[in-house]
């Protein structure tokens, strides 16, 4: 009776085993297409990623480098003061997107031009999001508000 008991206990940890890598495989699966990297202009020039990656990047957009074309599609360049990488976008930019300001943009990398699919801006005169601070103090071109 005893061995027919543990031979039970042991059959079902080894089923909760299985069942929780089986579901943390297919939460794995689920979300392979969901998650998005960020790089720095830098690093996409320095590594470029492969035209099928899906990323995120963000910098400042250079000052006069904003192209208005037919219809929605609009071209830009975006820097983090070290390198700089040309985007283009077709759709509605952002009330608040504008020229020496933060941004980040989301879509991939195709002949040496970022395709963005979703272009996000600050939302205030103060706001530049985490990532994009980060890489502008890597390369030294940041400065905190009130700084001269």
Do not use: C, W
């Not at 998650?35 to 202009?41: A, Y």
């Not at 990488?85 to 943009?105: C, I, K, R, S, Y």
């Not at 031009?113 to 890489?135: N, R, S």
């Amino acid at each position: 009776m005893k061995t027919l008991k543990k031979r039970r206990r042991v059959q079902v940890i080894v089923l909760a085993v299985v069942a929780l890598a089986l579901s943390t495989a297919l939460i794995g699966y689920a979300m392979r297409d969901g998650i998005n990297f960020f790089r720095s202009p830098s690093q996409v020039i320095a590594e470029p990623p492969k035209p099928t990656e899906v990323f995120r990047i963000g910098g400042l957009v250079e000052e006069g480098s904003i192209i208005r074309g037919q219809g929605e599609t609009v071209q830009f360049v975006v820097t983090d003061g070290g390198e700089s990488v040309p985007v283009a976008f077709t759709g509605v930019l952002p009330d608040l997107f504008t020229e020496n300001q933060g941004m980040v943009g989301t879509g991939s990398y195709v002949d040496g031009v970022f395709v963005a699919t979703e272009i996000l801006a600050k939302h205030d005169e103060t706001y530049m999001p985490k990532e994009v601070v980060d890489a502008l103090k890597e390369q030294g071109v940041y400065k905190e508000a009130g700084e001269g």
